[in-house]
């Protein structure tokens, strides 16, 4: 793959956009995991959601 | 506040767990090919060279942060009309996406912009108008986080979106304007004149690359904005109880 | 109609007294202008070339600075409610609001180019088209600004979110006012082409102004 002489302007315009893409990849990721445990924690002390607690009457 | 009954936003769940593995693997592949056929099939232009490459980057970030206005816009709309709880979400989910792909837009170009112009920044009409479309991102993204109650942040930035798209082709006329009047020095040109296949193929792949993972993006960042709600619910509920 | 009048009058009052915006944003308007020529050096010649982007730039930011409390003073003490409760349309309410708004601030703003237009050495018809561009654009500014103000409303810091919300719709506004005055000074393109399109913005603000506005008072809870 010749890039020619402003190979490191394209090298660089990939990387940032791989950069930038994994970001946001990283940060739904981890958001995702974040929120789950606060759900399990807080449903492990009782405050369920109104369906759940509908099953158990 | 009385607890929402989320039983719209619980079957959208569903629908997204079993469609995100599917959806991240087929973004995945059309990436690949998209990938392989820029940076490895596509020839060189006579007159820019290899450089010509981050045009598939650039323009399909360009397409995106367009695009994702109009996304934005639809959910305002479905917001402020049908008060449907998933506009809000798809609204505040898709704002960062599309800061993120205009921010894109804006640093490809630059970099494309250096060994083309001879300069990092010029103030060219399509470079000025996209510049204009992140700050007005930016302002979106301080609203949501500026009110705290997510119904009225949603509604609020609602406003702001329509406002903003009515905006759009107004700013990008006065800039288009603004731009002819202050020639820059130098001859621009963008590229050659008409795509030749080779050359469009690949980007149409990167376009569709680009849509695949904006859609991916979308729907994982919707799912997690139900989840975060939910969490809002429970503590307000876990902070009365316990008051 | 008659309560609307009274609303007119009653703002143009509260924004005259020291607190509200009138009088500040005069006096803003003047610093900024003041401190230009600090900034860029006493070359007569480089200011007059630029003069009339930095008015316009001074009567953006004065106008900017008393959309603050155009509607943060009335929610304070509860005469938003009383505004939102009424049977006069919203969208009148918060138009006239706006106009009471411009006659307050950006009238002055108008008024004061010709005094300013001497500190950057500017010519009688150069001075006259930033004075004509001003007296069609800060209408449209004011109006562009309702929206922010009325989104910004109960937010602590208001005015910083204000402007970043306010300022990029703001953009077409600039480029054509100071477009058309800057015809009378370098003149590639005729006065009436940037100002006839200045004229229609403003018409244009006039309409989504208020309803934008008003859809985000309504909004409020």
Redesign the interface.
Known sequence: MQLGPYAGFIIAAYLATFGVVAALIGWIIADHRAQKRTLDDLEARGFGRRSASREVA | MPVMDLANPSRFLILVERVLPWLAAVTVCVLAVGLYQALLVAPDDYQQGATVKIMFIHVPSAWLAMFCWAVMSVAALGTLVWRHPLADVAAKAAAPLGAAFTFLCLLTGSLWGRPMWGAYWVWDGRLTSVLVLFLMYLAVLALWRTVEDPSRAARAVAILTLVGAVNLPIIKFSVDWWATLHQPASVLRMGAPTIHSSILVPLLIMGVAFMLLFLTLHLAAMRNEILRRRVRTLRLMQAQAGA | MKALIALLVRDMRLAVRLGGGAPMGVLFFLTVVVLVPFALGPDLALLRRIGPAILWLGALLASLLALDRLFAADYEDGSLDLILMSSVPLELTVAVKGIAHWLTTGLPLVVAVPVLALFLGLDPWPMAAVALTLLVGTPALTFIGL?GAA?AV??RRGGL?LA??V???T??VL??GV?AANTAIVG??SFGAPFT?LCG?TL?SFV?GPF?AA??LR???
């Open positions: 929206v989104l109960t937010l979110i970043i919300l300022l990029p719709l953009i077409p480029i054509f477009a590639p393109v399109i913005l244009i989504i934008a859809a985000a909004h409020l809870e």
